[in-house]
Structure formats: structure tokens, C-alpha cells
């Protein structure tokens, strides 16, 4: 049994944070950052049969042309990410009321549609970004018993040797995305595929510098001018490598798709990024 300190529940039996029943969420779920942007997607539903909120976490879970999709909004960051994997997984691996994890195991496909900001000058706001690997500077999946494939340690060796990866940050590591899941969706017109660095803050852990000094000099065009085999740094975002390697653990597939809004090379922001999320989302939505 697992105790009710490790696996916690509300009272009506929903799982904590989320405060969702198994019925309420679907095998195909896209996650989004902004709460707002749920009732965006599910506004192409043809029906609506649960929403649910609590906190910054909002579920709506529907139906479109006859296929049954969850939308569930995260929060920003790989520590609410690792909430939202983790209870997601205990909502269809986990008997709730028993209180033990299933004998059959099942797997979920999850999709993140967000925002980025490229790196590269050539790939420019309103683009799309589909995330081959992530590399996270954030340290999350560090505190999980895994392991990397060789190529991923491959390259993250490189990519280490490359910045000279200063002592007293966090320790970075690399993994690669579902190539199921990514295959739904590489054609989806405009799109860049590349590694993404997954940051744990928005200002000093993506290079900017308001009043702070950034620790590493020259940080994006450092990490613009990596390049390898299996393809070159591309994007910041926040929660790509939490989702790539809680997923992996957990048995589930797993791609992000970021809109980018910022060309931090050009220094240029988007004109007008809700017309182009909303055009990435049914390209979505058409290929699911």
C-alpha cells in the first residue's frame, strides 16, 4: 500500500493537486502553461464533459470528432511539471482507492503546445519549434534514479565541453523526446526541429539581465553556436525536459510544440502571437 503522506488525495478520493477522478482524463492530453489558453483549446470541442479546477491547474476534457482529449494547464516551470507526470501517472497506474499500483500498466500520449524564445536568428517569431531533445538546466529529473542513452550522453558531454559548464550551477543532463509522438505532428507546416533548453527561471537562467548580472558571459550566443549531429540549440522554455524524462520513467509519449515568440538573437517579439498560437493549435487539434 502506498501511504497517504506519499500519494495524497482529497477527501472525495481525487488526486491532490490536479483534484481529478481516472474517468476525467483522457489517453490523448496537451498541456499548456497558460490557464487561459485551456478553455481556448477546448472551445473546438464538440462537447465539454468535465472541467475541473484547483490552484493554477485547469482540465477540460472533451471531444472532437469523435476522439476524447484532455487539456490540462501546468503553471510554469519543470516543478509543476513534475506534480502534473506524477499525478497523471497514479490517475491510470495507480488504484486510488486501494491504494497500490496496478498490475497493467498504461501509457498516455501527451503533447505540450508553448511559447519559446529561439536562439537562432533564422528561426523567427511566430515559427514553430518541435523539441528532438531537451537539455535541462534546471536539475529536476537529477533527484529520480534514471539513466541516460548513450547518444543522449553523447551529446550532452559535447554540449558540456562546448560552454566549459561552469562548477556551482546545477548539473545539466539531456533527453530526447518520443519519436511517436513527434512523428504525429512534424508536418505541421513552418516547423524547426532542434535540441531546446529547458531553464528554471525566465530572466537570469535564459541569459537576460535587467539589473543582475547573468553567471555565464555571453550565454545565448554560446549556447547559439553549438552545433552537433543530431541537431543544434534552438529554444528556451521551462518544461520540456522535466516532461521528456518523467515520461520516459513513467512509460508514457511525450513531444513538445513551442510557438516562438521571442527571437532573442534579433531582439524581436512577436506582432501578434495569439493569431499564430491559435493556427498551431489546429494543426494540432486536425492531427489528433
Not at 142 to 170: R, S, T, V
Not at 184 to 192: C, H, K, P
Request: aromatic share 6%; proline share 3%.
Amino acid at each position: 500500500m502506498i501511504h497517504p503522506s506519499e500519494l495524497v488525495l482529497n477527501q472525495d478520493g481525487s488526486i491532490y493537486h490536479l483534484k481529478l477522478q481516472p474517468e476525467q482524463l483522457a489517453k490523448d492530453v496537451i498541456l499548456v502553461g497558460d490557464p487561459g489558453r485551456v478553455s481556448l483549446i477546448s472551445s473546438y470541442f464538440d462537447r465539454i464533459d468535465h472541467q475541473v479546477e484547483n490552484r493554477e491547474f485547469i482540465t477540460h476534457t472533451g471531444e472532437i470528432g469523435g476522439k476524447r482529449i484532455s487539456v490540462i494547464a501546468t503553471g510554469i516551470g519543470t516543478d509543476n511539471i513534475d506534480i502534473v507526470l506524477n499525478e497523471l501517472d497514479a490517475l491510470v497506474n495507480v488504484d486510488l482507492k486501494k491504494r497500490e499500483i496496478k498490475d497493467h500498466k498504461s501509457g498516455l500520449n501527451l503533447l505540450r503546445i508553448g511559447t519559446c524564445g529561439s536562439i537562432q536568428k533564422d528561426v523567427l517569431a511566430d515559427q514553430i519549434v518541435l523539441s528532438s531533445h531537451a537539455i535541462g538546466l534546471d536539475g529536476l529529473l537529477n533527484y529520480y534514479d534514471w539513466q541516460a542513452k548513450p547518444e543522449e550522453e553523447e551529446i550532452l558531454k559535447a554540449f558540456l565541453d562546448h560552454c566549459k559548464w561552469p562548477q556551482g550551477i546545477n548539473t545539466p543532463y539531456l533527453v530526447s523526446g518520443s519519436e511517436v509522438q513527434m512523428e504525429r505532428f512534424s508536418s505541421i507546416e513552418g516547423l524547426n526541429r532542434g535540441i531546446t533548453l529547458t531553464a528554471p527561471g525566465f530572466y537570469g537562467p535564459q541569459g537576460r539581465s535587467i539589473r543582475l548580472k547573468p553567471a555565464i558571459a555571453n550565454q545565448n550566443q554560446l549556447f547559439a553556436d553549438f552545433h552537433h549531429q543530431a541537431g543544434r540549440l534552438v529554444n528556451y522554455e521551462m518544461e520540456t525536459s522535466a516532461l521528456y524524462g518523467l515520461s520516459r520513467l513513467l512509460g508514457h509519449e511525450a513531444a513538445t510544440l513551442c510557438l516562438v515568440v521571442a527571437n532573442r538573437t534579433a531582439n524581436s517579439f512577436s506582432k501578434n502571437y495569439p493569431k499564430a498560437m491559435k493556427k498551431l493549435i489546429e494543426a494540432v487539434l486536425y492531427r489528433l
